[in-house]
């Protein structure tokens, strides 16, 4: 039976906390962004508190062997700090039996990047490229077979488990989803975790309503199912960012060089059609700041997004766009952000996106629930110093992805089954 972290008794008792530690370093090893970092700390210092110890565990990077510039040991000191007291670290997540049994109440001890053991993940590693398809199952299946034992080591150093990882909560891994069976009166949400999973339920389940989904970035094809979901939920639909362009090609606008996928086309206009059903507001960005190239230092020119002439391409949305966007934000109870409407990471083409960020900490004020997720529309937030002006910013990319698409995400479920 899954636990709550606020009634658990830590007392005496050691936690294994799963947490995305997965942090970006510079070439010093240094710490770029400690967001991650800082937004575990309320749950580990809640066992420490309660008068446990813990045991820390994560990934960092996508190593394929064991690899020094992804070892978790760069981050130990910060953690120490963040945590305010000392971090042990154990530089073998496999042998860290004896640390973990000498932690006394209120000690942490950090385990080695997961991730330096295929188990963790499941995937064979090492396969030759030319390898067979029967060569590939019999390493997939060495390596699952395996996985128990890698899986049953940490769960052995704990009386009980917390996932606080929503940032990788998407994925079915050793110590996100597979540890839980161990504990199956003693698993339980971290406070981080559980802070994603209420954000989430607000824009799916409770959205009060006119509910505004602002869905960007690239392409179609990587947020279609999103899209698909929103149809489901919201009142209005406004799409912006490279994605765009693909729907304004299927109603037989002209996009000069702009991104698009015409293999998209079908499905852009299944979705229009969709929403004409359902009553969904669709919101294209009507004009189009085109440059004519891709460059910060590009000439520019304002056009209708479906007359942009050839040789120019799309790079943000145009004041006309922005005006129309922000009056359907402003009158929602419930906005939900993911993805750039521009390239934003050049300056001169960052306006719609930054506006969008200003938008929803105005909606906010009004008393809108706003919730933003996707490491871009974060990033964009947080530039703008808004992070604590709208109601929730996301930790986790793919995971609040496949959230959105309606998915049940295999970390969350292995807690509440
Ligand atoms: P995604 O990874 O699909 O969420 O997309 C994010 C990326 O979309 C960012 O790197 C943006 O620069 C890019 N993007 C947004 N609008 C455009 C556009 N009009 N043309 C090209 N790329 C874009």
């Known amino acids: 039976m899954q636990q709550n972290i606020d009634s658990y008794d830590f007392n005496g008792k050691r936690a294994i906390v799963r947490v995305d530690f997965n942090v970006p370093l510079n070439d010093k090893f240094e710490i770029t962004d400690d967001t991650r970092i800082r ?95 029967d060569e590939k199952k019999a390493a997939k299946a060495a390596v699952k ?11 052995s150093y704990a009386d009980c488990y917390i996932n606080d990882a929503f940032g990788t909560a998407h994925r079915a891994h050793g110590s996100t989803a597979l540890i839980a069976s161990y504990f199956p009166d003693d698993k339980m949400f971290g406070y981080l975790m559980e802070g994603e999973i209420k954000a989430i339920d607000n824009v799916l389940k409770n959205a009060q309503h006119p509910f505004t989904a602002i869905i ?11 899209l698909e979901n929103m149809l489901e939920k919201v009142d209005n639909l406004i799409i912006g960012g490279g994605m765009g362009y693909t729907f304004v090609k299927a109603q037989g606008g002209r996009i000069g060089n702009s991104l698009h996928e015409d293999e998209l086309i079908p499905q852009a206009l299944e979705i229009l059609a969709k929403a004409e059903e359902k009553g969904v507001n669709i919101y294209l960005s009507k004009q189009t700041l085109v440059a004519d190239e891709f460059s910060n230092e590009a000439r520019t020119q304002l056009v209708p997004s479906s007359e942009i002439p050839d040789g120019w391409e799309g790079m943000d949305a145009g004041p006309e766009s922005l005006a129309v966007w922000k009056d359907v934000i402003l009158s929602s109870k419930t906005v939900l952000w993911n993805g750039p409407v521009g390239v934003f990471e050049m300056s001169a083409f960052a306006n719609g996106t930054l506006t969008i960020a200003r938008d929803l900490a105005e909606a906010t004020g009004k008393g809108a629930y706003t919730l933003v997720g996707g490491g871009d529309s974060v990033a964009a937030v947080t530039r703008m110093g808004f992070a604590d002006k709208v109601s929730y910013v996301s930790t986790g990319g793919g995971a609040m992805l496949e959230a959105l698409e309606g ?9 509440r089954e």
Not at 407 to 415: F, H, N, W
């Open 39 to 133: 937004r575990a700390m309320p749950t580990l210092k809640k066992v420490l508190a309660g008068g446990g110890s813990v045991i820390i565990m994560s990934h960092l990077g996508r190593p394929k062997k064991v690899e020094d510039k992804f070892s978790l040991r760069h981050i130990v000191d910060h953690v120490s700090e963040c945590l305010g007291v000392p971090v042990q670290f154990a530089d073998d997540c496999q042998k860290a039996q004896a640390q973990a049994a000498a932690l006394k109440p209120g000690e942490a001890l950090l385990l080695e990047n997961l991730r330096f053991y295929a188990e963790e993940e499941g995937k064979p590693r090492g396969l030759a490229e030319d390898a067979s398809d």
């Open 145 to 155: 077979a395996s996985q128990k034992e890698f899986v049953k080591t940490l769960a």
């Open 216 to 226: 960007g970035g690239s392409k179609v094809s990587s947020k279609l199912a999103v």
């Open 407 to 415: 998915k049940d995400l295999p970390g969350i479920a292995a807690v």
